[in-house]
Antibody
Framework: QVQLVESGGGVVQPGRSLRLSCAAS????????MHWVRQAPGKGLEWLAV????????YYADSVKGRFVISRDNFKRTVYVQMNSLRPEDTAEYYC????????????WGQGTMVTVS | SSELTQDPVVSVALGQTVTITCQGD??????ASWYQQRPGRAPLLVIY???TRPSGIPGRFSGSRSGNTASLTIAGAQAEDEADYYC???????????FGGGTKLTVL
C-alpha cells in the first residue's frame, strides 16, 4: 500500500526548533521528489519546500527560506524538515506529499502532523 | 512573485454543473492540478495535467486550461462534492509550487 506517514509534531515555544519526519512505503522512494506543504488553522494550503529524488536539489518558499531545511534519507525511505527559529505563524498542520514525473502533481499525501508554536 | 487566484466561495444546486476557476500568469506555461479537501482530511488529487483524472476519481470531474485560467468542472454535483478545492501549479521558473487560495464549494 502506497503510504506516507508524518510524525514529530507537537507544541514548541517560539524560537525553538523541531524536526518532522515523513516515512514512505509501498513505492520506490528514490524515484520521487518529495514536498512539504502546510495549512494553518482555518486557512489554505501553503507549499513550503521540495527535495529532488536524489537529494541534490532543494527549493523553499520565501516564508521559510533560511529557517527550514528539507532533507531525505533514501535508505530509510524518509524525508525530513528541520524547522528552526519557529514563530507563532508557523502553527499549522504539516503534510508531506509525493510528486511523480508523469503527473507533475501531488498524488500521494500523508495524514499530516500538527505543529503548535506557543 | 507568481500568484494563483480562486473565488473564495462557490455554490451549486444538487445535480447541476459548477466550474471553479484558477487564474495566474504562470498557468500560461504550466498546467494546474486540483485538490479536494474535506474537513479534517488531507487533500486529494482530483485533476492533473491537461485534465486527467487519477484512478478512483468520478467521471463528473474534469479540467481544462485557457490562457492564464485553469478550470475544474463538476458535472452533476453530488452532496459529497461539498469541500474545499485548491489549484496548484509551478511558478514561472518551474522550481517552486504555488497554491491558489482555495474555493469552498457548497452543494445546495
Amino acid at each position: 500500500q502506497v503510504q506516507l506517514v508524518e510524525s514529530g509534531g507537537g507544541v514548541v515555544q517560539p524560537g525553538r526548533s523541531l524536526r518532522l519526519s515523513c516515512a514512505a512505503s509501498g513505492f520506490i522512494f528514490n524515484d520521487y521528489a518529495m514536498h512539504w506543504v502546510r495549512q494553518a488553522p482555518g486557512k489554505g494550503l501553503e507549499w513550503l519546500a521540495v527535495i529532488s529524488n536524489d537529494g541534490s536539489k532543494d527549493y523553499y518558499a520565501d516564508s521559510v527560506k533560511g529557517r527550514f531545511v528539507i532533507s531525505r534519507d533514501n535508505f530509510k525511505r524518509t524525508v525530513y524538515v528541520q524547522m528552526n527559529s519557529l514563530r507563532p505563524e508557523d502553527t499549522a498542520e504539516y503534510y508531506c506529499a509525493r510528486v511523480t514525473g508523469d503527473t507533475d502533481a501531488f498524488d500521494i499525501w500523508g495524514q499530516g502532523t500538527m505543529v503548535t508554536v506557543s | 512573485s507568481s500568484e494563483l487566484t480562486q473565488d473564495p466561495v462557490v455554490s451549486v444546486a444538487l445535480g447541476q454543473t459548477v466550474t471553479i476557476t484558477c487564474q495566474g500568469d504562470s498557468l500560461r506555461s504550466w498546467y494546474a492540478s486540483w485538490y479536494q479537501q474535506r474537513p479534517g482530511r488531507a487533500p486529494l488529487l482530483v485533476i492533473y495535467g491537461k485534465g486527467t483524472r487519477p484512478s478512483g476519481i468520478p467521471g463528473r470531474f474534469s479540467g481544462s486550461r485557457s490562457g492564464n485560467t485553469a478550470s475544474l468542472t463538476i458535472a452533476g454535483a453530488q452532496a459529497e462534492d461539498e469541500a474545499d478545492y485548491y489549484c496548484n501549479s509551478r511558478d514561472y521558473s518551474g522550481k517552486y509550487r504555488i497554491f491558489g487560495g482555495g474555493t469552498k464549494l457548497t452543494v445546495l
